[in-house]
């Protein structure tokens, strides 16, 4: 038996990830996934594991050839939007992106900014940064979006004398300090590694 839920996480990763996990202790494998839906079926509770992977920073190659060692690792991936538009023919730009993904479009990583990642529960540890270095990195990767909103927001309300945007500076001020927490934390255990 299938069941389809309809639901949208935005830029709530771990949120998403929990849920997906929770729907696995219930019994459902993912199958699909569209703008908010999501689509399962009936399997073991608990038989797999889910991690979300942010890769709104990567060209359309790096994006692909990280989606194809992930599937060659033996996981199931998914593409998913992190955002909703429903319009075709959308281009955006992300200055914070690496080199080729800074403008995304529908052909690129445009409403493909996570993967959603599976693997049979084996018992064994699954993430899928497993280096000081590459959290380190992952997690600036996810700080950087959100410090750009920050500073647009913040010079928009110095600009315009505006309350509204002065608050939703401070509302982005909170992804960025809990990411630049998880930056520090990594730095600060691969030094403690180092001695």
């Known amino acids: ?14 949120a998403q990830a929990n849920w997906l996990n929770k729907m696995s202790g219930k019994g459902y494998r993912l199958v699909h996934t569209g703008k908010i839906i999501y689509e399962f079926e ?21 994006a692909k050839d990280y989606h194809d060692f992930l599937t060659d690792m033996g996981y199931k991936v998914f593409y998913k939007n992190i955002n909703l538009n429903y319009s075709i023919g959308k281009v955006r730009w992300r200055p914070w992106a690496e080199k080729g993904g800074r403008i995304a479009t529908n052909a690129t990583t445009f409403n493909r900014e996570l993967l959603i990642v599976e693997k049979e529960n084996d018992g064994k540890p699954f993430e899928l940064h497993t280096s000081f270095e590459d959290k380190e990195a992952y997690y600036a990767n996810l700080r ?11 010079a928009g309300a110095f600009v315009s004398h505006s309350a509204l945007l002065g608050i939703f500076a401070l509302l982005s001020l909170v992804p960025v300090t809990v990411y630049q927490a998880q930056v520090m934390h990594a730095k600060r255990e691969a030094q403690t590694k180092e001695w």
Request: charge should be positive.
């Open 1 to 14: 038996m299938s069941k389809k839920c309809y639901r949208f996480f935005g830029g709530l990763l771990t």
């Open 144 to 154: 950087n979006p959100w410090f750009l909103t920050l500073l647009l927001f913040a």
């Open 42 to 62: 009936e399997c073991p509770p608990h038989q797999v594991i889910y991690r979300l992977e942010f890769i709104g920073q990567k060209s359309k190659e790096h």
